[in-house]
Each structure stands twice: as structure tokens, then as C-alpha cells.
């Protein structure tokens, strides 16, 4: 059973745009909701997270948005540069495990 | 970054051969993990532990075994590889939960 399904597998965009990237889990015992970003060779960083009591947060030109009714969120990207070229991982958390999703890749093209 | 080496970080071994990967952490983190990514998989936990001598399997646990007989090292065991366990292998370590590190990858292929 997946219990997280991430979406789309992969996101090309051109610099300037707002890549849009979701997320959809089934445990309604996930309590917090991060997106982790990962460069090739490299392990994966913490970007973002929050936590199930708010609908919205913003980090600089990171923004996640939480549906609890729908057990969705997703990650929006402003005005998105080249260097945020990398794959990103919702990894909800139940405990002290983290869940991935399939990861997806995003180009942002010049 | 996160205080955390990986030892090897590339290794080529043969089917049947027993192999060890090292984690090492600097951060005297409670937790820490080991993770397996393959392509369309996202991350899968192996095994992880909470402390000194106390572990608990993953989603994938079959195949490997681990130890942490010190708060700083956690070891991955293969005890006898095998092809579908090329992939490559992260470390993790956490104190709050809330954030978890990652270390920079062990790259196995068993051939």
C-alpha cells in the first residue's frame, strides 16, 4: 500500500515560474509535513515544513499549503531559478519515521 | 552540514559477500537512521535507532541487520549481498524529529 503518492514525477518550467508540486497521503497519523529538496550526489536537505494547525507557510519563495480534509499539500516555488533545479521529496511524518514520496524532478530552464 | 561521514562511499562487492557501511555522527543526535533510495521509490527506511544498543526495523529491513553500540556510529549489515540490493544507502540523524540529517550516500552495486 503506498501511502504517500507524489505528483508529477517530473516538472520543467522556465525561469520565473511557479512549479507546483503536490502531495497525497493516506495515514491520518502523519503529524508534520516536510518537503525535502536533493541535489544530484547529494543527500537530501530539509526545505520546508508544517505542521497540521495552519493551511499555509512561507519561506522566502517556498510555500506549502495543507488541505488536512483532502490529505493533501503542496509545494509552490516563486519565481523559480535555475538553481532550484534539483529533485523534491514530501516526507510526512507518524512517529519517528518519515515517509517519502517518489520524489520529483524539477528542471528550471533559463 | 550535519556532522555525519559515511563510510565507504562507493563499493563494488560480489553476490553472497557480506558487507558493512559506517555511519559516523559528530552532533551526539538520538536518533539516527539508514535509508535506501532507488529510482521511483523516494527514500525507504532500512532500520533505525533511538539509542545506544536499541533499534527497530523499517519499511525494507529484510536482508540487513544494524548495530549502534555507540551514540556516534550505527552500522548496516548485508550479511550475504545481493543484485537487488544495489542502490545507494543514507544516513540519517535527528534530535527533534522535526529535522532529520542526511548524510551524503554510500553508492553499493553487488554484482
Known amino acids: 500500500q503506498q501511502q504517500v503518492k507524489q505528483s508529477p514525477q517530473s516538472l520543467i518550467v522556465q525561469k520565473g515560474g511557479i512549479p507546483i508540486i503536490n502531495c497525497a497521503y493516506e495515514?491520518?497519523?502523519?503529524?508534520?509535513f516536510p518537503w525535502y529538496q536533493q541535489f544530484p550526489g547529494k543527500g537530501p536537505a530539509l526545505l520546508i515544513a508544517?505542521?497540521?494547525?495552519?493551511s499555509e507557510k512561507k519561506e522566502g519563495r517556498f510555500t506549502i499549503s495543507f488541505n488536512k480534509s483532502a490529505k493533501q499539500f503542496s509545494l509552490h516555488i516563486m519565481d523559480s531559478q535555475p538553481g532550484d533545479s534539483a529533485t523534491y521529496f514530501c516526507a510526512p511524518l507518524a512517529g519517528n519515521m518519515l515517509t517519502f514520496g517518489g520524489g520529483t524532478r524539477l528542471m528550471v530552464k533559463p | 552540514d550535519a556532522g555525519i561521514t559515511q563510510s565507504p562511499r562507493h563499493k563494488v562487492t560480489e553476490t553472497g559477500t557480506p558487507v558493512t557501511l559506517r555511519c559516523h555522527q559528530t552532533?551526539?543526535?538520538?536518533?539516527m537512521y539508514w535509508y535506501r533510495q532507488d529510482p521511483g521509490h523516494g527514500l525507504r527506511l532500512i532500520h533505525y535507532?533511538?539509542?545506544?544498543?536499541?533499534?527497530d526495523k523499517g519499511e525494507v529491513s529484510d536482508g540487513y541487520s544494524v548495530s549502534r553500540s555507540k551514540t556516534e556510529d550505527f552500522l548496516l549489515t548485508l550479511e550475504s549481498a545481493t543484485s537487488s540490493q544495489t542502490s545507494v544507502y543514507f544516513c540519517a540523524i535527528s534530535e527533534s524529529l522535526s529535522t532529520i540529517y542526511f548524510g551524503e550516500g554510500s553508492w553499493l552495486t553487488v554484482v
Open positions: 552532533e551526539n543526535h538520538r536518533y
Open positions: 495515514n491520518t497519523a502523519f503529524d508534520y
Open positions: 535507532s533511538y539509542g545506544v544498543k536499541d533499534t
Open positions: 508544517i505542521r497540521p494547525d495552519v
